[in-house]
């Protein structure tokens, strides 16, 4: 019978290794919550750069297929930057050349009026594009509107003549930008660096156009030739 006394646990054991247990599970636990928020937060990530390079392809096509003529006049190509804010709002609009209806099941044309712009409300900034079926220059701009990216920290355009960048572009002086350079960025998590995407198109390359995605994790690509801001 002594032995089998022996054989029990006492109080403190008891004690003791409940202790040890609830601290354990204590780190379990904790481990667990930061590996889900880890992984939300790389899962966030993942669907931001998607986000971006969707917006990003989306312009470069409209770029690529700008609607050109011999006579400067019935083209439009206009690039703005409004200095109400530290940055300056960037206003990129052109005609371009489209086989994607705005409108189901209605008559258009293949040529179209994009306009690209960061717009804020209750729900962020937001880049916006403009897709209008019957581009007239007498009448108020129209069309269908839709904000291809959420949560955007910059859009910034810039535009070289073959000298050097400008910041804004208006085909009243009848010709082209050489190269145009377009860079987005969305907002990161707190203490994080903006994930920022650039390409450029080369209207001189080819009647299409040539693009380049500059794929960036810290900062803008800065392309040869190319002058600081």
């Not at 202790?19 to 899962?43: P, W």
């Not at 052109?94 to 008559?107: G, L």
């Not at 994009?114 to 069309?143: A, C, F, I």
């Amino acid at each position: 019978m002594k032995g089998l006394r022996n054989m029990g646990f006492t109080l403190i054991e008891i004690m003791v290794a409940s202790i040890i247990g609830a601290f354990i599970a204590v780190i379990a636990v904790t481990t667990l919550r930061s590996v889900s928020i880890c992984s939300e937060k790389v899962s966030e990530h993942i669907d931001k750069a998607a986000e971006i390079r969707f917006a990003s392809k989306m312009i470069s096509t409209d770029l690529m297929n700008l609607y050109r003529e011999k006579d400067f006049e019935n083209m439009v190509f206009v690039g703005t930057l409004e200095n109400d804010s530290q940055q300056g709002a960037v206003n990129l609009r052109f005609y371009t050349v489209s086989r994607t209806n705005a409108r189901p099941a209605q008559p258009e044309g293949d040529v179209y009026e994009v306009e690209y712009y960061l717009s804020e409300n209750q729900q962020g900034t937001q880049l916006m594009r403009r897709y209008w079926p019957n581009p007239d220059e007498d009448s108020k701009p129209g069309g269908l509107l839709t904000a291809i990216a959420s949560d955007i920290e910059m859009f910034d355009v810039r535009y070289f003549d073959g000298l050097k960048w400008q910041n804004e572009w208006d085909i009243d002086k009848n010709e082209l930008p050489e190269l145009v350079e377009v860079s987005i960025a969305a907002k990161a998590p707190s203490g994080k660096k903006p994930f920022v995407e650039s390409f450029l198109t080369n209207f001189e390359t080819n009647t299409g156009g040539d693009v380049e995605i500059i794929e960036t994790d810290n900062q803008q690509t800065e392309t040869a030739g190319s002058n600081q801001k």
